[in-house]
T-cell receptor, first 111, second 114 residues
Framework: GQNIDQPTEMTATEGAIVQINCTYQ??????LFWYQQHAGEAPTFLSY????GLEEKGRFSSFLSRSKGYSYLLLKELQMKDSASYLC????????????FGGGTRVLVKP | DVKVTQSSRYLVKRTGEKVFLECVQD?????MFWYRQDPGLGLRLIYF???????EKGDIPEGYSVSREKKERFSLILESASTNQTSMYLC?????????????FGPGTRLTVT
């Protein structure tokens, strides 16, 4: 089976940086997604990584290490609107070539 | 912009009732998915479909069935609702189902079974 772990909750201050870690154990890994979900709303796509390294998109960056089964999502210059849940999802052959989601990390940004 | 809509935001049903959840996407996507989302468990895949009239079981199909008669519409059916099916149900679609293919989600239906 798939095992995807991420912290349940994190708190940070407006303007600061927060790093959300995601570790996974799977075989046939073929990509990792990060989604953002505001309370009561649909998840929306943030990033996709399949090769090792850092992908930067404005204030958000996502990193992947395939050998370590590890990814992180970095949120810089935090804004109040970044308060949301962040979902890590892994695509793997072992899961029948579909996405498996972690439990999500709820980020609370305080003034 | 891709739009995925779900028939209801909130639904309350009684144990034993048959429940239909409808999902429609407007971007001619091949693949559609039904997930349920529970605190601490994340999104879990119930069923998915990669073509009209085709369906595949996900991780937790027991107690559910699906129907895809038209490309744009994917229905989730609870034949006899039970209290442990109280959850948030999310529908999603994707263009072709590849490993790099982003999924677009609907706003969700919060189902309560009493």
């Amino acid at each position: 089976g798939q095992n995807i772990d991420q912290p349940t909750e994190m708190t940070a201050t407006e303007g600061a940086i927060v790093q959300i870690n995601c570790t996974y154990q799977t075989s046939g890994f073929n990509g990792l997604f990060w989604y953002q979900q505001h309370a009561g709303e649909a998840p929306t796509f943030l990033s996709y990584n399949v090769l090792d390294g850092l992908e930067e998109k404005g204030r958000f960056s996502s990193f992947l290490s395939r050998s370590k089964g590890y990814s992180y999502l970095l949120l810089k210059e935090l804004q109040m609107k970044d308060s949301a849940s962040y979902l890590c999802a892994v695509w793997a052959k072992a899961a029948g070539n579909k996405l498996t989601f972690g439990g999500g990390t709820r980020v609370l940004v305080k003034p | 912009d891709v739009k995925v809509t779900q028939s209801s935001r909130y639904l309350v049903k009684r144990t034993g009732e048959k429940v239909f959840l409808e999902c429609v996407q407007d971007m001619d996507h091949e693949n559609m998915f039904w997930y349920r989302q529970d605190p601490g468990l994340g999104l879990r895949l119930i069923y998915f479909s990669y073509d009209v009239k085709m369906k595949e079981k996900g991780d937790i199909p027991e107690g559910y069935s699906v129907s895809r008669e038209k490309k744009e519409r994917f229905s989730l059916i609870l034949e006899s609702a039970s209290t442990n099916q109280t959850s948030m149900y999310l529908c999603a679609s994707s263009l072709y189902g590849g490993s790099d293919d982003e999924q677009y989600f609907g706003p969700g239906t919060r189902l309560t079974v009493t």
